[in-house]
């Protein structure tokens, strides 16, 4: 059960983590600001085989319509992406990705729109910030220099995702939900090292559990994804934002499965994520709404 004595522990356990404050940036082109509060970022898929059928767009002109609906509804980004990190997802290749992709980004950016996109692969990501996205959402493990000084270049942003393999599509497990963070912590400490000594003045770092990662269905997955986002907050101590999947639970919601991303952002915002990413944007932005309230 979530409630106060199961929170209030991790809280004062972690209370330096819990206070650090956070970089706040902005995107002048696109007149985004992001500061110390919860924002949201939409998702769009263009992979045919994404599991998340609602967000699948066959079409541009489809992809298009849902990236501006979703920018009305609230959204502070719109995330883009051409290959599902599913395990039964096909693997398309990098020209392909580009290919599906830079349409969509170009037409969505040149109406002022932040798209990110989510890649794993340098050349996808570099190839998409040259078609005007803003941010690269990415889902693997980069050691070349040179990919984080493009990203500085184009005074874009980036979302690191932890992975504990190569990449989100790679088979590898993850640690016990006690030793995950650290791992965590050690993971990203190397990694916003890398873009910092790039130049990137734009950056998220994201847990990553919104990934298959080899976790079961059912209540196993339901508790390690909930235990992770209630423990996100500790990677504030790394002093920047912290972006969080909001995952859709088919077991426990059953045919109101569309509620699920609600009742996650609520956990999200307790444990004062700084973006979630969404596949039901009206209905998660109504509970980021009550940030400006409480």
Not at 30 to 52: C, I, W
Not at 80 to 97: H, K, L, N
Not at 240 to 259: A, I, K, M, N, S
């Amino acid at each position: 059960m979530i409630s106060a004595d199961r929170v209030l522990p991790l809280w004062l356990k972690y209370r330096e983590a819990l206070e650090t404050p956070i970089r706040t940036f902005d995107f002048p082109k696109f007149g985004k600001k992001f500061e110390d509060r919860t924002y949201q970022m939409g998702v769009l898929n263009l992979s045919p085989d994404s599991s998340y059928r609602e967000t699948v767009c066959h079409t541009l002109q489809a992809a298009l319509y849902r990236g501006r609906r979703m920018t009305l509804e609230g959204a502070a980004m719109v995330d883009i992406g051409g290959e599902s990190t599913g395990d039964t997802a096909d693997i398309v290749s990098i020209e392909r990705q580009i290919d599906r992709m830079r349409p969509g980004v170009s037409a969505l950016a040149d109406e002022n729109i932040l798209v990110s996109v989510e890649t794993y692969h340098p050349e996808v990501a570099v190839a998409l910030l040259e078609a005007g996205a803003g941010v690269v959402n990415l889902t693997g493990r980069v050691d070349d220099k040179s990919f984080y000084q493009a990203i500085a270049k184009h005074e874009a942003g980036l979302i690191l995702c932890y992975t504990p393999g190569e990449n989100a599509r790679s088979s590898d497990d993850l640690p016990p939900v006690d030793q995950v963070f650290d791992a965590q912590l050690l993971f990203f400490k190397d990694r916003v090292a890398m873009a910092e000594d790039a130049g990137i003045e734009r950056l998220w770092v994201d847990p990553g559990f919104g990934f298959a990662l080899n976790l079961p269905d059912g209540p196993d997955r339901i508790r390690y994804q909930t235990d992770s986002i209630l423990q996100s907050f500790r990677l504030r101590e790394l002093g920047w934002p912290v972006t969080v999947q909001l995952t859709g639970h088919v077991f426990l919601f059953r045919d109101e499965v569309r509620v699920a991303q609600t009742s996650a952002a609520t956990l999200a915002v307790l444990s004062k994520a700084n973006m979630v990413r969404s596949h039901e944007v009206p209905r998660v932005q109504p509970v980021l709404n009550l940030q400006e309230y409480a």
